[in-house]
């Protein structure tokens, strides 16, 4: 009853449905499958990005197979990049400690007037941007005069161990 693209794995709902002819097979079946739809579209990735923190259904392997790890996702609105230099911007995520582990981080520059955006990390050889991530901070260093860059996010994806 799961249909999936050809060489994937995943969670896809079935795009066909044959139906049962029998009152009492159907009702089975009907729960059978509002449970299994249920189950595929939990485990979806929430494409939801806001600037407090939120479990996105991911997760990561934890100790054993039966036992996930959920990860969260949290934007942090971080200004305008520095000039050769490190900017370091509190992202207010609480009681980080050494069994955490972020995942992701990543975000985007740009800059206004030539309707031009860059990558973070790693906006290219003349563009170039770092990430680092600690217990309070997050820390951007750039390695050019990347002022003309007036707004700026980043997005940290972890999860609490």
Do not use: C
Request: hydrophobic share 35%; aromatic share 14%; net charge neutral.
């Amino acid at each position: 009853m799961s249909f999936a693209p050809q060489y994937s794995q995943g969670n896809y709902l079935p795009e066909n449905i044959v139906l049962p002819d029998d009152n009492f097979n159907f009702k089975e079946f009907l729960k059978i499958t509002l449970e299994e739809h249920a189950r595929f579209i939990n485990r979806k990735d929430m494409g939801q990005y806001e600037t407090i923190e939120i479990q996105n259904n991911q997760t990561f392997p934890g100790t054993n197979p039966q036992n996930k790890n959920f990860i969260y996702r949290k934007i942090i609105s971080t200004g305008v990049l520095p000039n050769t230099a490190t900017s370091i911007i509190p992202h207010g995520i609480a009681a980080i400690n050494n069994n955490w582990l972020f995942t992701r981080l990543y975000g985007s520059a740009r800059d206004p007037n030539l309707i031009d955006f860059i990558p973070m990390p790693n906006g290219g050889p003349n563009l170039e941007v770092e990430l680092r991530v600690n217990n309070t901070n997050i820390y951007i260093t750039t390695s050019a005069n990347l002022t003309r860059f007036t707004y700026s996010y980043v997005i940290l994806e972890f999860y609490k161990g």
